[in-house]
């Protein structure tokens, strides 16, 4: 996503420019070295090897910089701050340039001969291979004359990817939060990139208007509440607008003078131009995107929508299951957790049924939250409890700390989540918890969002990636669904170990997220494979998904919108905890579930296909290696 077409600082344009070419031909010249290397040295392995080695140490790094120059916002968010001053450029040639770039990619690593690699350099050619044939293969449904003909959609430019679920205004308000804003230098970057926002909002118009030509739309009743999501960043009045958020607190030590002149600027600037073409955009969809949604709803009924579907599965979870697997463990998911509630229920002596045992813990004043406050000091005890027990599971931890905070307000009902920290470590991680729908997020909840959100889930495995020494940058900080989210719902399940779930309200509120993440294997399928209806995903949602209907609604919507994400969870904690019964079949009193899980976390998040190799590996290693 590069550098936006017209930004004022020439200089940094070429720079940018700089940076991006030469990352694209490092990565051709690799492919014509790696050849010649390889077909000279093959009478000396040790020579090939390192040829190898070190060709494919330059690609990882090559690719690295061109995704931080291609998707400045990453950059940021990662804690580099070369590229604050500018957006991703997606004008229509920045598209067919990233489709170039893949295509060369996956071309270079394969010009290396994987069987002169060994240890983290063979992971790394795994997981490059994988993620360029990927990228690759979703540039090639967008070319097909099957899928509108050549449309100016790549892999990472996809033709709906502003909806209620993601899009700038979500990104917006995130992105400001993760910049730096330590001198003048950082507030004129700033302003910079404030200067682009404009052209952006066009550029990602003109996409969702090529998708809405070719037929690449989503359904019209997911996208109802997309517009009003604008509404925080259309308020005039500056002193609440997160976008101005930076210069309500300049440096005292910046001269009066400079505070002023910065802080007039940026509300010309948001007055003038930023706040128009968010309105702009704002209007676009509600006067002519939204209502031109699909009234079908599965992907499969997208232009070469089944191939398409496949694709984001794969995409998502990085397994070779179909939609018709994914189905079946979903299904057979579901029963086991429908008996495990039913086991909670007979504990705590309720007779009821599971939809009034449900309404009865969700309305009990005495299991909800009095404020935003009392929410937050309660995640943050709970999170100091649960730090001091890690190492009773882990043999190395990351030493990144991580907060606690609220969600924005515009975000307003979307899940909890996790903010990752800096890769070099000056920023922490931050779960941010909804104080925004207090109903929504009962007592009985805590111990599972903590454990998913924090630690040991997405924190944890994060934060224990982005310190790894030995293997590339682009490994450290790159991650797949599958990995991450399978990590940090495998992470629930530890929580009796950790002395939590200690009483009927707990366990099934942990077997109540759990059994969400199940259903939705059955329901993404069935919406995009299976031709349900949304009144039967809602209502599988509410009869075993443990959901609520407006909730369950919400679920359906954002399901219809990003076909395949939502199987990634379940998909993953699966693997894993299927790799963790071979293992400890395989070593018997050898197994060690602290080296395993460091096993698991030790290589950055791999798709699941290459984590099943480096586990097999790892339980060879573990038989070698000497009893204590």
């Not at 598209?95 to 060369?104: I, L, N, S």
């Not at 579901?334 to 309305?363: C, Q, Y």
Request: glycine share 8%.
């Amino acid at each position: 996503m590069g550098l936006l077409d017209g930004m004022s600082d020439a200089g940094r344009r070429g720079r940018g420019r700089g940076v991006t070419a030469l990352a694209t031909a490092m990565i051709l010249a690799v492919a014509v070295a790696v050849a010649v290397a390889g077909g000279a040295a093959r009478a000396a392995d040790s020579p090939a090897e390192e040829a190898a080695a070190r060709a494919l140490r330059t690609l990882a790094d090559a690719e690295w910089e061109w995704q931080l120059a291609q998707f400045p916002e990453r950059a940021t968010t990662l804690g580099d701050h070369r590229y604050d001053d500018r957006l991703t450029d997606r004008s229509v040639a920045a598209v067919a340039a990233r489709r170039a770039h893949h295509r060369d990619t996956l071309a270079a690593v394969r010009a290396i001969d994987r069987s002169r690699l060994a240890g983290e350099d063979r992971l790394t050619w795994d997981v490059l291979e994988f993620n360029a044939g990927l990228a690759v293969r979703g540039d090639d449904l967008f070319r097909s004359p099957a899928a509108g003909g050549d449309l100016p959609f790549s892999s990472d430019d996809l033709p709906f990817s502003i909806n209620p679920m993601s899009g700038p205004q979500l990104a917006l308000p995130q992105l400001v939060r993760a910049t730096r804003f330590a001198d003048e230098a950082d507030y004129r970057h700033y302003l910079a990139r404030l200067r682009a926002l404009p052209t952006s909002l066009v550029q990602q118009q003109a996409i969702l208007e090529a998708g809405r030509k070719a037929g690449w739309m989503p359904p019209r009743v997911a996208l109802t509440r997309l517009p009003d999501q604008f509404a925080a960043l259309l308020d005039p009045d500056l002193a609440h607008h997160a976008l101005y958020a930076p210069f309500t607190t300049l440096p005292a030590d910046l001269p009066a003078a400079t505070r002023e002149a910065l802080a007039t600027e940026a509300a010309q600037t948001l007055t003038t131009s930023v706040i128009p073409a968010i309105r702009a955009l704002r209007d676009y969809l509600a006067a002519v995107y939204v209502p031109a949604g699909t009234t079908t709803l599965g992907a499969t009924s997208l232009p070469h929508g089944a191939e398409y579907y496949a694709w984001s599965l794969q995409r998502y979870n990085t397994t070779r299951m179909t939609a018709e697997e994914i189905h079946a463990l979903g299904e057979r998911e579901v029963a086991r957790i429908d008996a495990e509630i039913a086991a909670v229920m007979k504990e705590a002596r309720f007779n009821g049924s599971v939809a009034e045992f449900r309404t009865m813990l969700r309305t009990d004043p005495r299991l909800r939250f009095a404020s935003g406050e009392e929410e937050l000091a309660a995640c943050r005890d709970l999170a100091k409890r649960i730090d001091p027990q890690l190492p009773g599971l882990f043999v190395e931890l990351p030493r990144l700390p991580y907060g606690v905070r609220a969600m924005s307000p515009e975000e307003g009902s979307n899940a909890p989540h996790y903010i990752a920290g800096a890769l070099d470590g000056s920023r922490a991680g931050y779960f941010e918890a909804n104080t925004n729908n207090l109903a929504a997020w009962p007592r009985w909840t805590l111990e599972a969002l903590v454990l998913h959100e924090a630690v040991p889930g997405h924190h944890l495995q994060i934060a224990r990636a982005q310190e790894l020494a030995g293997i590339p940058k682009l490994r450290r900080a790159s991650g797949n669904a599958g990995f991450s989210e399978g990590w940090a719902l495998y992470a629930e399940g530890l929580g009796s170990s950790l002395g939590l779930y200690a009483d009927p309200t707990t366990r099934y509120g942990r077997l109540a997220l759990e059994a969400h993440r199940a259903s939705r294997l059955v329901v993404d399928t069935g919406l995009h494979s299976l031709g349900w209806t949304r009144e039967q995903a809602i209502t599988h949602l509410i009869e075993h998904g443990q959901l609520e209907r407006a909730f369950a609604e919400a679920e359906v919507d954002r399901y219809l919108v990003w076909p395949g994400q939502a199987t990634a969870y379940k998909v993953g904690e699966q693997r894993i905890l299927a790799l963790r019964a071979r293992a400890r079949a395989d070593l018997g009193p050898r197994f060690d579930l602290r080296r395993f899980h460091n096993a698991v976390l030790d290589h950055g998040a791999l798709p699941l296909t290459v984590l099943d190799g480096s586990i097999a590996e790892w339980i060879e290693a573990e038989r070698r290696r000497p009893m204590p």
